[in-house]
C-alpha cells in the first residue's frame, strides 16, 4: 500500500505562487499514476490533475489548464502541484492521490491511496 503526505498549503494572497508537495511511502511509487484533487467548503470534491507513471504524459481540468502544473520526481517518491496566479476561488483542501490502473477519468474512484489533505487559503 501507497502512504501519502501532503505539504507545501498555507495563506496566500490573490496574485501569488504556491507549490504543494506529496511524499509516498510504501509501494512501487513509480508504477503509480499520481495526482490531486481539492475540496472548496460545501462543495464537491473536483479533480485537479494528474500524471501518468508510464510517459509522465498530464491530466488537467480545462478551467485549470495553463495556471497549474503537475510534475513528479521518481527518485524522491514525491510528485508536486505548481500553482500560480492563485485566486480566491482556488481555497481549498488539496489532497493528493494514486492510482495503480489510471484511465484517464476525472472520476475520485478512479484514485486508490488519498493523503489526508492540505489546505490552502487565498485571500483577495
Known amino acids: 500500500q501507497v502512504q501519502l503526505v501532503e505539504s507545501g498549503g498555507g495563506l496566500v494572497q490573490a496574485g501569488d505562487s504556491l507549490t504543494l508537495s506529496c511524499k509516498a511511502s510504501?509501494?512501487?511509487?513509480?508504477?503509480?499514476?499520481v495526482g490531486w484533487f481539492r475540496q472548496a467548503l460545501g462543495k464537491e470534491r473536483e479533480f485537479v490533475a494528474a500524471?501518468?507513471?508510464?510517459?509522465?504524459?498530464?491530466y488537467y481540468t480545462d478551467s485549470l489548464k495553463g495556471r497549474f502544473t503537475i510534475s513528479r520526481d521518481d527518485a524522491q517518491n514525491t510528485h508536486f502541484l505548481h500553482m500560480n496566479n492563485l485566486q480566491p476561488e482556488d481555497t481549498a483542501v488539496y489532497y493528493c492521490?494514486?492510482?495503480?490502473?489510471?484511465?484517464?477519468?476525472?472520476?475520485?474512484?478512479?484514485?486508490?491511496?488519498w493523503g489526508q489533505g492540505t489546505q490552502v487559503t487565498v485571500s483577495s
Open positions: 500524471i501518468a507513471w508510464r510517459d509522465s504524459i498530464t
Open positions: 492521490v494514486a492510482s495503480q490502473f489510471y484511465t484517464g477519468s476525472t472520476n475520485p474512484d478512479q484514485f486508490d491511496y
Open positions: 510504501r509501494g512501487t511509487y513509480s508504477r503509480y499514476t
